[in-house]
């Protein structure tokens, strides 16, 4: 297996002024006054304006610019060593000479030496690297890259196999922006894509500097390069912390997205930490009295919220607020930082909300996209950093059509995730985020992705899924397959998994959906699922708590959407409503979208009470979706990624209004599950149920009933579900010895009746469901 050749971390070697050139055509600082005057007015100014007129610095630059581009060899002229440190110095604004050696390959990104600051990345096909950096904190952050200091890097000296690398001493530890200005071989037919006027990032940047407000419409078109900061002290996580470590058999897992939770006004919260990480502390205490105890974030790493205005197409109004377009896999999204206050402040934050999560019980779980990257396709091109790094490497090309990028993502691109040098870059970032910032797990989007090969076809063994299922640093973690992907390969039950993978189960979400809304044949189907889908998960050592159970999910409609439409309305997306699913199994309860009728209100209430009880009494692992405790709407939208509105944002004057009613019975139902070891078994069910039907062949039959039994304590649960449009009597069966059955549960009554956590005591014979209802009852002495 080929991998990225990395050295022992050796002491670099200084080398002469000779190694050492500007990326420029200027001539030599020696060949004439004047021209040394020139060079120096070209490269010599700081990143600070206050030294230079800005409209002087841009035209310097642009000048400047044009002459890199038509340099033939940027090692072609050389300047003395003792210039070079001095105007490097001036141009980062330190005292402090620059001194330049070797370096060394490993590890990748930028380290602390024993002798400076360490600049490692990957090109296997490039031929020219330059190294670019400058100051943090200029105001013009659009032009950032005027005036970089720019250090070539000779391949004779400073590079170790596929692998690029220099060592500057005298270098800030903090506060220094940088990238790389990367050219290769163009042609296209052989899958490259270089463009040297691209300064790019640096994939194993840590931390990424670019806009600082989310959604700054002032500042659209920032540029987003790498940042490093080796002066501040280590994260204290404090004496008394500790992972939560919950076991995933005791998961309910919530569905949410950092900004949306608490960016409208509606949260009560500082305007200043709206939207931010710290935002979500101070709605850690609702996590509690909702009851759930693991969150699963979208995406949190950074990702340009602006990528659809770039050019003018049918979506240049959206403002991407989901975020699944990873721009760089290391560093937390900056601009969900407080305040505006950057990249460090996220990452300090970030932390802070894991440890105030993890002091409250709750676990953080990350939704990660390794399917795809944010540099879109050849006909819009939006080349940030793998693109015109290694294209051929990082990317699936079909080489035998012109080097077309492969599609499995609906995105543009697919990352060439069994690639060697990818799956390294996969590994070290996930390793990154478990012990930088301390996660319990992730959510891997279209993971079916990562099953292909480089060639896009299917592997029974793919090599990276092994080797997270493997791996010693995620070995604690929860890892979890979307598995599906947008070629077509659905692999949901037949994930390749080595036992350790659980899955969105999408068959699920199907035949709960199906059932619930009264389709014809689905009794069989729905029993099933939620007594574990063993016909999925029932092989080698896998559990039920494998199948992640859901009815709701981001994408698609919400829960109260699923009940109140039978169509998307997806116009305000810009594509003529063509995206999006068509295959919602939704059922618009007699009234397409918003009503005042009392009927169809009523009828809508009771289908999202029964959704809710089946996916908290079904065994396996429960996940459910920001806001359908309260019954959020996107007005039957289901593919709402680009709006950074009410469509997405958690609504809280709405919640209070719904607080004592379907909130109240949200929250409840998600606490009896936990007081209930029977709803969350860690094996399949075998004698553990009782079915009580006759009629499994009936395919016009929309009933189902079955006990629950507890061993242990005889604290059995009777659960039935009515998906008739007429009321079904039932026999009740006899509760176990010494016991009475108590009502938990009838999604007929409203609301505080529909549930009493402690039951009322029921002792009739049979009970009369209502349409579209279910019951739970529990007995106890």
Known sequence: MESILRPPHTRGTTFSSSSLRWRTNAPPLSSSPSAARRFRISMGFRCSSSRVALGLQRAVSKARARVMLNSSNVFDQSVEA?????????????DTPLKYSRGVASPLGVSVAENGINFAVFSRHATR??????KCGREDNQQMDDGMLE????????????????????LLRSGIVYGYRIDGPQGWGQGHRFDSSVILLDPYAKLVSGRKRFGDVTDKMSKFLGTYDFTSSPFEWGPDYKLPNIPETDLVIYEMNVRAFTADGSSGLDPEICGSYLGVIEKIPYLLELGINAVELLPVFEFDEFEFQRYPNPRNHMINTWGYSTMNFFAPMSRYASSGGGSLVASHQFKEMVKALHNAGIEVILDVVYNHTNEADDEHPYTTSFRGIDNKVYYMVDLGNGAKYMNFSGCGNTLNCNHPVVMELILDSLRHWVNEYHVDGFRFDLASVLCRGTDGAPLDAPPIIKAIAKDAVLSRCKIIAEPWDCGGLYLVGKFPNWDRWAEWNGRYRDDIRKFIKGDCSMKGSFATRVSGSADLYQANKRKPSHSINFVIAHDGFTLYDLVSYNYKHN??????????CNDNYSWNCGFEGETNDVNVLSLRLRQMKNFHLALMISQGTPMMLMGDEYGHTRYGNNNSYGHDTSINHFQWKLLEQRRDSL??????????????????????LTKDVTWHEDNWDNHESKFLAFTLHDDQFGGDIYVAFNAHDYS????????????????????????????????????????NIAPYSSILLEAKP
């Not at 250090?151 to 005298?170: A, F, M, R, S, Y």
């Not at 019975?665 to 936990?674: D, L, P, V």
């Open 728 to 767: 079904v009597k039932v026999a009740v069966p006899s509760p176990p010895q010494n016991k009475q059955w108590h009502r938990v549960i009838d999604t007929n009554l409203e609301s505080p009746e529909d549930f009493i956590p402690e039951g009322i005591l029921f002792t009739n014979p049979s009970y």
């Open 663 to 684: 909130f109240r019975y949200f929250s409840e139902m998600i606490k009896y599950r936990h007081k209930h070891p029977i709803l969350r078994r860690d094996r399949f």
């Open 571 to 580: 116009n305000a997306n810009g594509e003529g409503g063509k995206d999006g």
């Open 129 to 134: 690297v330059s190294l670019c950096l400058s």
């Open 82 to 94: 003792a210039s070079i440190e001095e105007k490097t110095s001036e141009m980062l604004d330190t």
């Open 151 to 170: 250090v070539p890097l000779d391949p004779q000296i400073n590079k170790t196999g596929d692998v690029w690398h220099i060592c500057i001493e005298g």
